[in-house]
């Protein structure tokens, strides 16, 4: 027998069995096809959902666009970004609040609900890694909560700084909104009734419990990225270099008011991409020093003229820089995954942090400069 004979007994019977129909609501599928179906839906609709993405990608404000809100005073600038992909919560917020308080409720909430759009058009592995991304606004919310219940800020101002993204898929712990109109020492009791927040809760000082919310921020992030996949590796590598960043300005911030290594110590986030021993040797450094040791790093070229013109705010302006461009540049490792979809929200995120910057410094009649020097264009 040749070959081709010996082995079309096994071709036949991989197409019967392969075939095999099971009838569900008068439609017929193959095992296969069923499989398949299956497979597509656990991993998450990531054709459909990277085409939506990159269309809501063209819609962000152009470089030039904050060129042209500079010139402009703040019923200009409202007027302006009325006529964008804001409109609709301009519109619908402008009968309550009027100047500031309508452009950063309107900003908040025009996030919120581009984190609970991404979420509802999408499925599987997808939807669950989206939901692991924005779950840092819970802790984001809670902070402010935190800060402005501490400072005595009235409801009104703490609510406007919350984003409202949709507790029900992100699946919180607690109603935040609940937590308004509690006092801080009754806030710190309900926290301490969840497992995440109890580190926070046991902590003494305002300062101290913002601490401690920025390390759970960042370990929500880490832990919703713990897979082995290449697009868990690279989320988890963009987090590194986040909270690399956020080493080195605490680092430098405190050493200029003259702290010590051990009040820094307490200071630094773990998991950062630095060693702990060069973050460690960086503490005990004179600020001159770090300065220079700052030009061993890759995001060394952005942060130059910071370092050349010993100007903390240029330097985070670069770091901050460094990061979404890296996030742009990893995202085209795996065009259709979640990498196009955390790089879109993160240059969201960045997008509505410029527009906040702006209009808060027109409304404190800040030089032009000087919110020129603090934004992050990319």
């Given at each position: 027998m040749d070959l081709l004979g010996s082995i079309r007994p096994l071709i036949y019977f991989w197409k019967t069995s392969s075939r095999e129909i099971y009838l569900r609501s008068g439609t017929a599928?193959?095992?296969?096809?069923e499989v398949g179906e299956s497979m597509i839906f656990r991993r998450g609709n990531y054709p459909y959902l990277v085409a939506r993405v990159r269309a809501m990608k063209g819609r962000l404000l152009k470089r030039d666009v904050y060129g042209r809100l500079m010139g402009m005073g703040l019923k200009d600038i409202i007027r302006f970004i009325g006529?964008?992909?804001y409109k609709k919560e301009i519109d619908e917020l402008a009968g309550k609040y009027s100047g500031i308080d309508l452009l950063e409720k309107?900003?908040?909430?025009?996030?919120?609900?581009?984190?609970?759009?991404?979420i509802k058009i999408s499925t599987g592995d997808a939807r669950r890694k989206i939901v692991a991304y924005s779950s840092k606004y819970e802790v984001i919310n809670v902070r402010n909560i935190i800060v402005g219940v501490g400072r005595g800020l009235p409801i009104e101002e703490i609510e406007k700084s919350l984003v409202p993204v949709e507790a029900e898929p992100l699946e919180m712990e607690f109603d935040i909104y609940g937590l308004l109109k509690m006092n801080l020492s009754e806030i710190r009791d309900e926290l301490g009734r969840?497992?995440?927040?109890r580190a926070v809760a046991e902590r003494k000082s305002l300062v101290e419990m913002e601490e401690e919310l920025i390390r759970l921020y960042y370990e929500r992030l880490a832990s919703g990225f713990s897979g082995r996949s290449r697009e868990d590796r690279i989320v988890r590598e963009v987090v590194s270099t986040e909270i690399d960043a956020r080493n080195i300005m605490t680092v430098l911030r405190m050493k200029a008011d003259g702290a010590t290594p051990r009040e820094i110590r307490w200071r630094l986030i773990e998991n950062g991409a630095i060693p702990r021993k060069e973050m460690e040797l960086l503490i005990r450094e004179e600020f001159d020093e770090i300065l220079k040791h700052l030009k061993n790093y890759p995001f060394f070229q952005y942060i130059k003229e910071g370092i050349e013109k010993r100007d903390l705010s240029k330097i985070e302006q670069g770091l901050k820089r460094y990061i979404l461009k890296k996030a742009e540049k990893l995202a085209?490792?795996?065009?259709i995954s979640i990498l196009p979809v955390i790089n879109y929200l993160m240059r969201k995120e960045n997008e509505v942090s410029n527009l906040r910057l702006i209009a808060r410094g027109k409304e404190l009649n800040l030089r032009e400069d000087l919110i020129r020097e603090n934004l992050v264009v990319v």
């Open positions: 599928y193959s095992a296969i096809e006529e964008t992909d309107a900003l908040n909430l025009n996030l919120g609900r581009t984190i609970n759009k991404l969840h497992r995440d927040y085209y490792y795996r065009p």
